[in-house]
């Protein structure tokens, strides 16, 4: 049993953590076609703002608390500075946003090089260095709360989607832009404060990455490409079809780690992410518009 509730369970929270880095690109992406390379080094911001959080506050329980949603504003802050210098020139050209952002990821990736250049560690909670058992495999309490982080952002997430005023202004700029703003809705600032929310979760999922490995500049690379391929294979600017593919993403490449070896491992969940987009390339679900035949 070990040999499958293990991977499973494991599986589960890393694709938890999958979702959580998935969900800002679902918005950005899926809203504004912009591809954000920078967004792993979200990831990675989150994790350092766990990291100073912990040099403020002593009590590892309390700060990682604290930590959520300063990574959360921290990292809204960084998105909107992004937007605001570099990719609001760049609309509608995704290869040229993929090139600068590329530039961005590469130029803070060295920059927490040169002031970590050993990378820093954040403490795991008292609260969270236990374990529960399930089935009789020990589960990692951290990788439980991974689980709890993802559901929360989801849970709110689609909340703010659905009930919200700004929520019900997001989707009509994604079903037609042109036709949102002839409705009076200011799509320029749909953009700016759907960034924001995207990096702002980018952050959440590097706080809760924190606790799972080490923290360094390579942080957001473990995650960014597997993170694209979820936003892919779910459907662009879908959420129910994000929170699918991230599972299933996280559940295989555990499966195939466990059964092999962890580079053959990822190669295995590539090809089935890359066989699955030949058969489907619109992904599990899409995006239902109101364009003008």
Same mark, same amino acid.
């Given at each position: 049993?070990?040999?499958?509730?293990?991977?499973?369970?494991?599986?589960?929270?890393?694709?938890?953590?999958?979702?959580?880095?998935?969900?800002?690109?679902?918005?950005?992406? /899926?809203?504004?076609?912009?591809?954000?390379?920078?967004? +792993?080094?979200?990831?990675? #911001? +989150? @994790?350092? $703002?766990?990291?100073?959080?912990?040099?403020?506050?002593?009590?590892?329980?309390?700060?990682?608390?604290?930590?959520?949603?300063?990574?959360? =504003?921290?990292?809204?802050?960084? !998105?909107?500075?992004?937007?605001?210098? =570099?990719?609001?020139?760049?609309?509608?050209?995704?290869?040229?946003?993929?090139?600068?952002?590329?530039?961005?990821?590469?130029?803070?990736?060295?920059?927490?090089?040169?002031?970590?250049?050993? /990378?820093?560690?954040?403490?795991?909670?008292?609260?969270?260095? !236990?374990?529960?058992?399930?089935?009789?495999?020990?589960?990692?309490?951290?990788?439980?709360?991974?689980?709890?982080?993802?559901?929360?952002?989801?849970? /709110?997430?689609? #909340?703010?989607?659905?009930?919200?005023?700004?929520?019900?202004?997001?989707? @009509? %700029?994604?079903?037609?832009?042109?036709?949102?703003?002839?409705?009076? =809705?200011?799509?320029?600032?749909?953009?700016?404060?759907?960034?924001?929310?995207?990096?702002?979760?980018? !952050?959440?999922?590097? =706080?809760? @990455?924190?606790?799972?490995?080490?923290?360094?500049?390579?942080?957001? %690379?473990?995650?960014?490409?597997?993170?694209?391929?979820?936003?892919?294979?779910?459907?662009?600017?879908?959420?129910?079809?994000?929170?699918?593919? #991230?599972?299933?993403?996280?559940?295989?490449?555990?499966?195939?780690?466990?059964?092999?070896?962890?580079?053959? !491992?990822?190669?295995?969940?590539?090809?089935?992410?890359? $066989?699955?987009?030949?058969?489907?390339?619109?992904?599990?679900? %899409?995006?239902? %518009?109101? /364009?003008?035949?």
């Amino acid at each position: 049993m070990d040999n499958l509730i293990a991977p499973f369970l494991n599986g589960t929270a890393s694709g938890a953590l999958l979702l959580v880095a998935a969900l800002g690109l679902a918005l950005t992406f /899926g809203q504004m076609g912009v591809i954000n390379m920078a967004h +792993g080094e979200f990831l990675l #911001a +989150g @994790a350092l $703002v766990a990291y100073w959080t912990q040099e403020v506050i002593s009590s590892t329980n309390i700060s990682i608390l604290v930590a959520l949603p300063i990574a959360f =504003v921290f990292d809204g802050i960084l !998105g909107v500075i992004l937007e605001v210098t =570099v990719i609001r020139w760049m609309y509608d050209r995704p290869l040229d946003t993929l090139l600068a952002t590329v530039g961005v990821s590469l130029i803070l990736q060295q920059k927490v090089l040169q002031e970590y250049p050993q /990378g820093v560690p954040v403490k795991n909670p008292s609260l969270l260095d !236990g374990q529960v058992s399930i089935l009789g495999y020990d589960w990692p309490l951290r990788q439980a709360f991974t689980i709890v982080v993802a559901l929360t952002c989801v849970i /709110g997430l689609a #909340a703010w989607l659905k009930y919200t005023s700004f929520g019900r202004r997001i989707r @009509a %700029t994604v079903q037609n832009r042109a036709l949102a703003e002839t409705l009076g =809705v200011s799509t320029r600032n749909i953009d700016r404060i759907t960034f924001f929310v995207g990096s702002g979760l980018a !952050g959440v999922g590097g =706080v809760a @990455a924190s606790l799972i490995g080490g923290t360094n500049s390579q942080l957001g %690379t473990k995650y960014i490409i597997l993170a694209f391929l979820v936003v892919v294979a779910g459907g662009l600017g879908q959420l129910r079809g994000t929170v699918i593919a #991230a599972w299933t993403v996280g559940v295989v490449d555990a499966f195939s780690e466990n059964w092999t070896t962890g580079s053959i !491992g990822l190669v295995i969940t590539f090809a089935l992410v890359v $066989v699955f987009l030949q058969v489907r390339p619109q992904g599990l679900f %899409t995006v239902r %518009t109101r /364009g003008l035949a």
